[in-house]
């Protein structure tokens, strides 16, 4: 993934954008940073929508 990163530019802003939205997840789960339940799910939504497009890119590799 690392030299991936690296040589994508597309694939290192995905992979960023997911670190991004997943530490938004993990502070709305713990509270740490509350959000409506809407905000939540579309912040889940917004990370699984990541992941498939990461996975996709990673498959191909």
């Given at each position: 993934m690392h030299a991936l990163k690296q040589s994508d530019a597309h694939f290192a802003k995905l992979a960023d954008s997911y670190h991004e939205v997943n530490r938004a997840v993990h502070r709305a789960e713990t509270n740490v940073e509350p959000v409506s339940e809407q905000a939540e799910t579309e912040m889940r939504k917004q990370r699984a929508?990541?992941?498939?497009?990461?996975w996709g890119i990673l498959a191909k590799a």
């Open positions: 929508a990541l992941k498939d497009e990461i």
